[in-house]
C-alpha cells in the first residue's frame, strides 16, 4: 500500500472515502481485502490483447469480469487459474483449459511488451492514463477534473 500514499489503507477501510463513494455512484462494488495481490499482470494484458483480437465486446466482457473478480472478489489477476476462469465466463471466447494453455504459452509475449514500452517510454506510469490536446493526466482522477479539461477543450474539433 505504500506506493500509494500514507492515507491509502485508512482510504480503503473507510466507507465513505471519496474512491468508494465513487464506486457506489457508478453502480460497482470495491470490496478491498487486506493482503490481496495483484503481483504480475503481464498475462492479463496478453490475455487482453487476445480477447481484443476477437472483438471489442469479448475484451470488453473479459475486463469486466477480471475487474469484478479483482475489485470485488479479491482475486489477483497476475494468477492463470484467475485469468483462465475469467476467460471461461465470457461467451464466445475461451474455454478454462483453452485460457490455461494460451497462458501457460509465450504466445503474444512479443506484441504486448511492445505495445507495453510504448506509454514507458513516454514516461506514462499510472493507470487509468487520459491523453486531452492540452494535457495527461496519470492515474484516477476526480470529476470535476475532467469537467474542467473537456470545458478547455469543448471547441478543440470544431
Known amino acids: 500500500m505504500k506506493k500509494f500514499g500514507p492515507g491509502a489503507a485508512a482510504d480503503l ?8 463513494l465513487r464506486f457506489r455512484a457508478a453502480g ?8 490481496s495481490r495483484i503481483g504480475n499482470s503481464f498475462n492479463f494484458h496478453r490475455l487482453m490483447h487476445l480477447a481484443g483480437e476477437a472483438s471489442y ?6 475486463q469486466e469480469v477480471i475487474f469484478r473478480k479483482y475489485f470485488g472478489e479479491g482475486g489477483n489477476p497476475g494468477e492463470t ?3 483462465a476462469d475469467a476467460a471461461a465466463e465470457v461467451s464466445g471466447f475461451l474455454t478454462k483449459e483453452q485460457a490455461t494453455q494460451f497462458l501457460e504459452s ?12 510504448i506509454p514507458r517510454q513516454r ?13 495527461e493526466l496519470s492515474g484516477a482522477q476526480p ?10 477543450i469543448k471547441d478543440y474539433w470544431k
Open 13 to 20: 477501510d473507510d466507507p465513505n472515502s471519496s474512491l468508494k
Open 28 to 35: 460497482l462494488v470495491n470490496n478491498y481485502i487486506p493482503g
Open 57 to 62: 465486446e469479448i475484451q470488453n466482457n473479459l
Open 81 to 83: 487459474a484467475m485469468l
Open 106 to 117: 509465450n504466445k503474444h509475449s512479443e506484441e504486448v511488451r511492445k505495445l507495453l514500452a
Open 123 to 135: 514516461r506514462i506510469n499510472g493507470v487509468p492514463h487520459f491523453k486531452f490536446p492540452n494535457v
Open 143 to 152: 470529476i470535476e477534473t475532467f469537467v474542467e479539461i473537456l470545458t478547455e
